[in-house]
T-cell receptor, first 112, second 111 residues
């Protein structure tokens, strides 16, 4: 069964606008971690943001924020003030115990 | 400070050949992972190792074997390569709930 679901295969966003990338997860563990990674066309994996299951506040890192809704098992990434350099594939990931699993990803294209 | 090093970067195999992908880290992290990335499929976990001496199957382990040689090294072996194993392979390392660090990837083509 899919542990991480990203329902948006691709999205277009206008430069300087905000975009929300959806991520839902499935776990019966109480302790887990949620991550978002960016993969530009060059192929490297770039860490963006982390949210622990016990963290009460939503994580923020610069223009990235994670909208964590624990009861809904949702961990959406919000990118504010999009830039052309944000065009990339974005992956949601979850670590349960020692296992780190990824979703299928969302391709974001920023238009000038 | 190399971080996570994968070798080779590119490889072409004939169907039925075997090969080992190597991953080495200098970050002193306990957990190590092997993923494959196919278009539209994201990163799928093949095997992982929580710590030296342990390995566990991920989502797509069939056709692969792994060895956690020591804390630094985690290798992935294809005993009899098939065209369906054409993919980009990533090794990653992680410690606790900190971010995972990735190698640069190995692009494998099986013809």
């Amino acid at each position: 069964a899919q542990k991480i679901t990203q329902t948006q295969p691709g999205m277009f966003v206008q430069e300087k606008e905000a975009v929300t990338l959806d991520c839902t997860y499935d776990t019966s563990d109480q302790s887990y971690g949620l991550f978002w990674y960016k993969q530009p066309s060059s192929g490297e994996m770039i860490f963006l943001i982390y949210q622990g299951s016990y963290d009460e506040q939503n994580a923020t890192e610069g223009r990235y924020s994670l909208n964590f809704q624990k009861a809904r098992k949702s961990a959406n990434l919000v990118i504010s003030a999009s830039q052309l350099g944000d065009s990339a594939m974005y992956f949601c990931a979850m670590r349960e115990y020692y296992k780190l699993s990824f979703g299928a990803g969302t391709t974001v294209t920023v238009r000038a | 400070n190399a971080g996570v090093t994968q070798t080779p970067k590119f490889q072409v195999l004939k169907t039925g050949q075997s090969m080992t992908l190597q991953c080495a880290q200098d970050m002193n992290h306990n957990s190590m992972y092997w993923y494959r990335q196919d278009p539209g499929m994201g990163l799928r976990l093949i095997y992982y190792s929580a710590s030296e001496g342990t390995t566990d199957k991920g989502e797509v382990p069939n056709g692969y074997n792994v060895s956690r040689l020591n804390k630094r090294e985690f290798s992935l072996r294809l005993e009899s390569a098939a065209p369906s194993q054409t993919s980009v392979y990533f090794c990653a390392v992680q410690e606790g709930v900190t971010e995972a660090f990735f190698g640069q990837g190995t692009r494998l083509t099986v013809v």
